[in-house]
């Protein structure tokens, strides 16, 4: 719900907000010296030599995502090098990674990828890169809209580790494709291939991934993915960049700290502004759901935390076509559901978090108010759901419950901070899975 179109003047105010908070980080926090040379040592050993889908040790699971939007200020590329940080959950032995083309305008060329153990900021650790392939070749051509996947690599990926995965595009081009609020910071270099580079030469960095959407990893045949779809509280907006406090990434700690979950990972699928029912800065959560959720590799679980986008994302920007009623938001919670179902899916709903405060006229009303309570009374109490996560009940003040806590509030009085997105991780019920 935090970043809007600038074809309207309140979305560009909105936007110029996030962008100024996220503006004064420009470096993530390395790893201590012990822990980085322990990474860097397991990814070096006890790697299979060769890889092959469905092999009979394991299976292809999905331990991280970024779900594609279309840019709001797209970015030039000029023949140059990107390399992004992938913080997984779970870990395996063997690695693919996927490229997503999703809102090009042409096809997207890859003139080469690597992918390596990250050593903090944009370095590596050497030893541990690999150059990615895709059916064999280095270099590939992904179609506008296409999603293309590379071969596996014998990388020994760590539980909770960090990846750095290096991107060279060797023609200009224009970064249509992007999920712009990252929270973790890309490296960007001059002209020129820097995918094996160990110190990364970046000449500017930004806070978004590009055409980078996806990794899964050879894992026991007992692991599955939770997939987290939401909009952004479930991105982490109101979490510190760069050091993966976002409540998705808070889960797979404690599934990775309890030897019953340790093979289970989560990926997060959240979009800023995501609405079950209209497209905003996003595909819609039922239009998108094939593509973010149910073709994910190894997903058993999908967790829910949508509705707010669609309750208040209308009056604010004036277009009162898109307004929804309850028994609307309600009939797409229940389509996400039994499409879940369908594929064999267990799905948890969340209840909607209380936002009064934002500073924006008509961000909040009373009436508005009475739509997000109707919203979670039915997620509490249908029995649609398999399971219910009551966010509301944990983040909300509770001398003021249309409010967050104080000690939770990022300051937008909407997006939870570090603590509140530790919060919702805590509330979550392990057994679920």
Known sequence: MSLLPQCLSKRHTWEMSLANTLAGVRRRRPLGTATATLLAVLAILGGPAALARGG???????????????????IQLNGQTVRQIVHVSLGGHGLSVQETNAYGASALVIGSAHVAL???????????????????SLT???????VVVSDPVALDVPPLGDLAVSLYLPEDITATTEQTVALQTTYISAPGDFTGAIAFPAAST?????????????ASKRAKAVVAI??????????????????????????????????????????????????????GA????????????????????????????????GNPAEAVTVGQIVQGHRQIIDRAHAQGLQVFGCTLNPVEGYPFQGFWTPDLEEKRLAVNRWIRRSGAYDAVIDFDRVLRDPSHPSRLRPDYDSGDHVHPNDAGHQAMANAIDLALF
């Open 56 to 74: 009979q040790d394991g299976h292809w699971v999905a331990t991280w995502s970024a779900s594609p939007q279309p840019a709001a200020s797209p």
């Open 118 to 136: 990250s050593a903090g900021e944009g370095s590596i650790f050497a030893g541990t890169d690999q150059a990615l392939r895709f059916t064999g």
């Open 140 to 146: 590939i051509a992904s179609p506008t809209g296409a």
């Open 206 to 218: 930004t806070q978004s991934y590009y055409f980078l959407s996806g990794a899964e990893v050879n």
């Open 286 to 317: 039922l239009a998108r759901l094939d593509r973010d959720v149910l073709v994910q590799s190894g997903v058993g679980y999908l967790i829910v935390l949508q509705g707010n986008a669609d309750i208040l994302i209308p009056p604010l920007t």
């Open 230 to 283: 939401g909009d952004s509280v479930t991105v982490g907006f109101g979490s510190t960049p760069d050091t993966n406090q976002r409540w998705p990434n808070l889960l797979a700690l404690r599934l990775q700290s309890n030897a019953s979950t340790s093979q289970v990972a989560v990926v997060n699928a959240g979009v800023v502004g995501n609405r079950v029912l209209h497209d905003f800065v996003g595909t």
